[in-house]
């Protein structure tokens, strides 16, 4: 089947914009994780959802990022206000099961390459 | 001190040897860990996981863990040119509390030269 897409690709903005990212989960995967990669860096991560709820944003950097799964599959991540230190590959992944697995695997898409200007 | 640590590299191997990476980590709480390879510009790829003491093999690759020394390891054996890629490390909690989130060393890159 599908794997988990991002959208766009890349976006380019101007510092002070905001920017809207989305992510579509395998079908079927009850979490989904948001996380940052900076150039030359691991993935960090910035936020947790189980269904629709958000059951970890311990991760985000500011106020300026949100994100949201209000149906329990599309997510956002918005960041308001961007600033050049936003730039980097926000990545989403999903994994089909719930907590407390320890082979529970996530399965990551192709990422989105924010530039800020 | 980063909670997963990872040499950078570049680690350079010759085609049809075996390159042998190394992860430890602070965490004790840490309870499974997974492998990901990384192409530049694309996205992280599982390639193995692990969760008990010793070693678990797949195909031409090899975790090993060692929870006492807080230690993970991937051999890559017979490795060739399209094993040159960034590999990273990530530790998880099983920990209810912690969530499901992997915490990622920064990557080693490795060069398998013909």
């Known amino acids: 089947g599908a794997g988990v897409s991002q959208s766009p690709r890349y976006k380019v903005a101007k510092r002070g914009q905001d920017v809207a990212l989305r992510c579509d989960p395998i079908s079927g995967h009850v979490s989904l994780f948001w996380y940052q990669q900076a150039l030359g860096q691991g993935p960090e991560f910035l936020t947790y959802?189980?269904?629709?709820?958000?059951?970890?944003k311990s991760g985000l950097p500011s106020d300026r990022f949100f994100a949201e799964r209000p149906e329990g599959s599309v997510s956002t991540l918005k960041i308001q206000r961007t600033q050049q230190e936003d730039s980097a590959v926000y990545l989403c992944?999903?994994?089909?099961?719930?907590?407390?697995?320890?082979?529970?695997?996530?399965?990551f898409g192709p990422g989105t390459r924010l530039l800020v200007l | 001190q980063k909670e997963v640590e990872q040499n950078s590299g570049p680690l350079s191997v010759p085609e049809g040897a075996i390159a042998s990476l190394n992860c430890t980590y602070s965490d004790r709480g840490s309870q499974s860990f997974f492998w990901y390879r990384q192409y530049s510009g694309k996205s992280p790829e599982l390639i193995m996981f692990?969760?008990?003491?010793g070693d678990k093999e797949d195909g031409r690759f090899t975790a090993q863990l060692n929870k006492a020394s807080q230690y993970v390891s991937l051999l890559i054996r017979d490795s060739q040119p399209s094993d040159s890629a960034t590999y990273l490390c990530?530790?998880?909690?099983?920990?209810?509390?912690?969530?499901?989130?992997?915490?990622f060393g920064g990557g080693t890159r490795v060069l398998v030269k013909p």
């Open positions: 990530a530790a998880k909690q099983l920990i209810k509390a912690a969530g499901n989130k992997l915490t």
């Open positions: 692990i969760y008990s003491n």
């Open positions: 959802f189980q269904n629709e709820a958000q059951l970890d």
């Open positions: 992944a999903s994994s089909l099961v719930v907590t407390g697995v320890p082979q529970e695997t996530q399965y």
